[in-house]
T-cell receptor
Framework: DQQVKQNSPSLSVQEGRISILNCDYT??????FLWYKKYPAEGPTFLIS?????DKNEDGRFTVFLNKSAKHLSLHIVPSQPGDSAVYFC???????????FGKGTSLLVTP | NAGVMQNPRHLVRRRGQEARLRCSPM?????VYWYRQLPEEGLKFMVY????????ESGMPKERFSAEFPKEGPSILRIQQVVRGDSAAYFC??????????????FGPGTRLTVT
């Protein structure tokens, strides 16, 4: 049962433009959300997180937006750079559990 | 680099053999998590451990798989009598505090297990 869904397997964006990666979840108990970036043959690297008490969190070029009523979050990268090309995973957890529930990932390609 | 360390990075085992995967958490972290990633899939939680305690093993297969985090030394994920379906990337993560929401988990580079 996939509780965290990333419906776009891939995304291609031109350098300098905005990248928007989307994530939907089904479990209303989730209250903490994270984005990880992963290069081939490496482990996921933590990027940014957001608590359910907020609707936006910003860190440099990365901003995460949370819409609790729609059970939807998105990661915005502005401006996109070729080094951002990687697989991005959305993850969620609930206060009653320890497990991170991951989506299947979106492969982002930023072209020069 | 005081990141999460995993070894070996690559492990090849024949069907029926045992696989042992090791994980040393980041310095100062006492909470360890194991995840498995099958091809074209996201990471799936397996087990959460603190020193000498298994806290949550709800994602662990009931047979052949076991995990420990002894008082001294790395955490070990052990797979007995491996089968081809065990071929996957196994990631270890650690966190400094209780993982009940609000605390990021930091991942190691993973061990890629291939069962022939």
């Amino acid at each position: 049962d996939q509780q965290v869904k990333q419906n776009s397997p891939s995304l291609s964006v031109q350098e300098g433009r905005i990248s928007i990666l989307n994530c939907d979840y089904t479990n209303s108990m989730f209250d903490y959300f994270l984005w990880y970036k992963k290069y081939p043959a490496e482990g996921p690297t933590f990027l940014i997180s957001i608590s359910s008490i907020k609707d936006k969190n910003e860190d440099g070029r990365f901003t995460v937006f949370l819409n609790k009523s729609a059970k939807h979050l998105s990661l915005h990268i502005v401006p996109s750079q070729p080094g951002d090309s990687a697989v991005y995973f959305c993850a969620a957890s609930s206060n009653s559990g320890y497990a991170l529930n991951f989506g299947k990932g979106t492969s982002l390609l930023v072209t020069p | 680099n005081a990141g999460v360390m995993q070894n070996p990075r690559h492990l090849v085992r024949r069907r029926g053999q045992e696989a042992r995967l090791r994980c040393s958490p980041m310095k100062g972290h006492s909470h360890v998590y194991w995840y498995r990633q099958l091809p074209e899939e996201g990471l799936k939680f397996m087990v959460y451990l603190q020193k000498e305690n298994i806290i949550d093993e709800s994602g662990m297969p009931k047979e052949r798989f076991s995990a420990e985090f002894p008082k001294e030394g790395p955490s070990i994920l052990r797979i007995q009598q491996v089968v081809r379906g065990d071929s996957a990337a196994y990631f270890c993560a650690s966190s400094p505090m209780d993982g009940t929401g609000g605390y990021e988990q930091y991942f190691g580079p993973g061990t890629r297990l291939t069962v022939t």
